[in-house]
Every structure is written in C-alpha cells, then in structure tokens.
C-alpha cells in the first residue's frame, strides 16, 4: 500500500514535469510551426543555471528565480538570433537547425562547467519527509515539484484561455497572416511565445535537478519522452499535452516500479529479471503505437486540425 | 542535356579517389586513412540508404541508426552464440532490418510530416533502450565481436585492404540499386507520391503500400551498413542507435544533396572529414559544428549537389 501511494505520486511527479516540457514544445509548434529539437538544451541550461546560481547566492529558491530569468533570456536571444530565421521553413530545416544546437550547447556545457555533473543540494526545509496519509510520508520536495507544476498548469491555463495576451496567441495558432494584418506585432507575440516555452523548460530542469545529476545530454532523453507525449496528445494542444503527459509519467513509473514483479509470476525468475527492464522502458512506446493505430491524430487533436 | 557537368566531375573525381585509396594507403604507408574510410564508406552506405525513403520517397526519418544497431546486434549476437559465418550473419542481419522496418513503418506510415519525424525518433530510441536492456549481450556496455565474419575463404574481412573494398562493392551496389529503383516504375510512383500525394492516390495508386516498400528496401540497405559497422568496429553497443546518429544521418543526406544518387556519399565523405579536421584542431570541434549546420540550414539550399549545380550553371 506504502509503495503503490508513492510510486502514484512519483508517477504524478514526474508526469507533470514532462508537462512542463511537453507544453513548450507543443506552444511553439502549434503557433510558430517550429520544431524545436533544442527544447532539451533549455531544460539542461534551466538546471546549470539553478545550480550556479544556488551556489553563488547559497539559497536555492533565489537561485532558482535567477535561473529561471536566465533560461527566459536565454530563449529570447535563441529566437532572435537564430530561430526567427527557420519560421516558414520546411520542417526538415527546423530538425536539422535545431539538431545544430543541440551539438553547440552539449559542447558549451561541456567548454564551461566540464565534463563531471553538477549538484544541486536541497535546503533542509524541502528535504523532511511530510506526512500525507496516516502512516504515510512523502518526501516535501517531489511534493513541492506536484505543487508548482499544478499550479503552473493552471496559471498556463489561465493566461491562454482567459487573458488579452493569450487570445493573441490562440490567434496567432490558428492565422498568423489575419492577425498581423490586424495590427498585431506578431514578431514580438512569437519571441514571448518562445521566451514562455524556454522558461517552462527551464522550470521542468531546475526542479529536476536536485532529484537526478546536472549532466550534459539530460536534456536529449526526457525530450524524447516529451516527444512522445505530445505525438499522444496531438500536436498543438496543450490539453491533450496534459493528460498525456501524466499519462506516460504514470505508466512509465509505475511499469518499471511493479513490471518486475508482475513478470515473476508468470515467468521464471532468471526469464523475469531479462525481461522486464527492457519490456518497461518499451511501455511508453508501445502505448504510442496503439495510440497511433487507433487515432493517428492523437487523442486530443488541436482544433485547427 | 549537358553531357559535362562540374557536379559530375566532382563524383567522378570523389569515386576514383575512394577506389584508388588504398593504393595511396599502402605507398605513403598511412594505415589510419584507411580505416577512416571504411568508416566513411560504411556510414555514406547508410546515408544513401536514408536518402532513398528522405530524397526520393519524402518521408523523413528521424530513427535511421536503429538498423546500423540492428545489423549490427545481428552479427555480435550470432558471433557471441557460435555462429561465424557470414553466409548466416549477413541474411539475418538484413532479415532483422526489415522485419523492424515493416512494424515501424507500418505504424510510422499512419501519420506524416512531422508526427512521422518524431515517431520514427521514438521508435528507434526504444530499439536503443531495448539494447541496453539486453544484459545477456553486454547491455549498456555493449558487445565485443572477438571474430569478424566467416566468408569461408572467399574474403578475409580482417585484411585492412579486402574489407574496405567489400564495403565499397556494398556501396556502390546500393547506390546502383537506388539508381534502378528511382527510375523504374516502382521509383517514379513514389517520387509522384512525395510530390502529392492525394493526387496519386486519385489515379488509383495504394500509397501506403509503396511507400512501406520502400521504407523496407531503405531499412535493409541500412541493416547491412550495420552489419559491416559492427564488423569494421568489432563492436557493438546501444551507442550506434542514438538518436544523435540518426540525426548525424541526417545531416549527410542534406548536406550533400537530399534526392541526388551521389550526394548523400559526398555528404558523408565531407562530414566525416570535417567531423575529424575539427576534432584535430580542438578538443570542442561540436562548438564550431553545430552553428556551422545552422547555417547549411539557413544558406544552403540543396546541399553540396546544389551548389555545384549553380556553379554550372552561373
């Protein structure tokens, strides 16, 4: 019971980080039309920052705002520099420019913290275990990660569906020709857009990185999930990113938590302990694979489409 | 037609020099260019393999390395269970290639543009986890292949000079297959079904089904790059499934000219060279490559085979 209530957590945890990816990528090509590989350079960078800048101020939080400024800048300058150029371009272009960047950033890593990881220690207060149920203790800082997310979700939410900047957005997905004719900057609406994503990502590392090392290529695995969710959720649709997203951080979790011991009781031990790792790190893929035959869509296409 | 062109010159010019190349080898005595080249070769032979479903069957896949792993796990894994020979490793390297290749695109072939990007990514890095789940042949760490394979007495892949030339024949082969598919019925269908598809479909043509084909044909090429890749290495490990290297894949294709015959072995030659030039020149060679393919991205349209066509023509 102990186990089954925090591996759901975990799953829920680390789902709605994959939503904090997952929704950046999925904002920008749903609006920009840009697929954006380096997304997962953003979400390392957003977890060197925080471990910088915690080291440098000694506080966690203020090194986590610092870094999360610092991977929104960092996204303006990638969008102005060299992303604004790949805009109405084949998308093949975008996988190659941005696979570009990719290679740029693993090296600048590379050329100024080293090769060996980084850690991000954790402030005591995050660290006690927080009772949940009678009995029952989580650890306060995947607590701490379930809250802000849901909460940024929500703000996310909020700020699409209900704000000025938002229907601009919303506009801008579904005719970018009408609303520039309309007088709206939209160069500037697609940088902010951009900005937003980089942040998101930014969040999704910085958080991240007490639990795991700030490594370089941390960012290629979980891009790749992110990947997934969105080809789950359908493209553009923050909605569907986010069932997605909780969807896969569950069944991930939770395969490679209880797969094992599920596999023992139909096959023999040796047979068992084979098969499992490799059977549970296919889960996510197989469920994409049903999801395609069943709608190739995804579960929960844009509108546009 | 121009019977003379500057980019045909260049290929003439680029094939003599890789048939003649261990002739320079054995003279100036430099054995490493040579074991660079059939490196070269092997991945142009995957580059050109990817070409065909990229350049001529406009379906963009993003998971090409799958089958560089796959033909390779299929001869380390037959080495490691006693099997040496060639005659056995290579058909089930192939074999393997394109039963992979009929799942994946069968399910990747439901969607395109970049849905079809991203599945073929996802699908080629669950082969890789696959592999590194595969405790029995070295998991993560890989597998040593202690003997190279068996062609019982009919070529020695471990002599230097034999192997590069086998892998060369490959190449070339491949290449003088994609040539015969591009322009045969079966080529021109699918070339009409990059350009558009609906209105292939109009006429009658069961797009699905050539274009699996095709995804197959491609896949197997593929799979026998790996094979000889695992050969050339005496190595296999999840690490040549990486995404990275498709995306390196990639880069070839487009560098030397998606849709060309020869472009994607100039594109492979170049890239590889450069790749090593830089690596010389310092230890963060990737900093200076990947602004470089942004602005491939950005400025050169067509690749190397483009550049040389306007050369021509200006």
Partial sequence: ?305 | MKSFTVSKAVTALMLAGLVLLPLYSQLSGNIFILTLFTRIVILALAAASLNLIMGFGGMMSFGHAAYLGIGGYAVGMLAQEGVGSGFIQFPVALAASATYALVIGALSLRTRGVYFIMITLAFAQMAYYVASGLARYGGDDGLTVYKRSDFSGLINLSNRTQFYYLCLACLFGVVFLIWRIANSRFGLVLQGLRSNEQRMQAIGFPSKRYQLVCFVISGMMCGLAGALLANNTDFVSPAVMYWTRSGDLMVMVILGGMGTLFGPVIGAVVYLLLEEFLSQLTEYWALIMGPMLLLIVLFGRGGIMGLLGRLNRG
């Fill in chain 1, 1 to 305: 019971m102990l186990l089954v209530v925090e591996q759901f957590l975990n799953g829920l945890q680390f789902g709605l980080l994959l939503f904090l990816l997952a929704a950046g990528l999925t904002l920008v090509f749903g609006i920009m039309d840009l697929v954006n590989l380096a997304h997962g350079s953003l979400y390392m960078m957003g977890a060197y920052f925080a471990a910088t800048f915690a080291a440098w101020t000694g506080s966690f939080l203020l090194g986590a705002l610092l870094a999360l400024g610092a991977t929104l800048v960092l996204g303006i300058v990638l969008e102005m520099t060299a992303l604004r150029h790949l805009y109405g371009r084949d998308h093949l272009d975008h996988v190659l420019a941005t696979f570009g960047l990719i290679l740029f950033f693993n090296e600048a890593v590379r050329l100024i913290w080293g090769p060996a990881g980084l850690a991000l220690p954790l402030p005591a207060w995050l660290t006690v275990p927080v009772p949940i149920l009678p009995g029952i203790h989580y650890p306060a800082y995947r607590l701490a990660i379930i809250v802000v997310a849901l909460l940024v979700a929500l703000l996310l939410y909020l700020g699409v569906m209900r704000t000025r900047i938002g229907m601009l957005i919303r506009a801008g997905a579904s005719n970018r020709e009408m609303i520039g004719a309309l007088g709206i900057n939209i160069k500037l609406l697609y940088t902010l857009v951009f900005g937003l994503g980089a942040a998101l990502a930014g969040l999704a590392g910085l958080m991240q990185a007490p639990i795991l090392t700030v490594q370089i290529g941390m960012g290629e695995n979980i891009l790749i999930l992110a990947f997934v969710i969105i080809v789950i959720g359908g493209i553009g649709s923050i909605r569907g990113a986010f069932l997605a997203a909780i969807f896969v951080g569950m069944i991930d979790t939770l395969g490679r938590a209880f797969l094992p011991n599920l596999l023992r009781q139909v096959l023999s031990g040796a047979a068992a302990s084979t098969a499992a790792p490799a059977l549970s790190s296919m889960l996510i893929y197989l469920l994409m694979a049903i999801v395609l035959v069943v709608r190739p869509e995804g579960l929960f296409p844009a509108n546009r489409r």
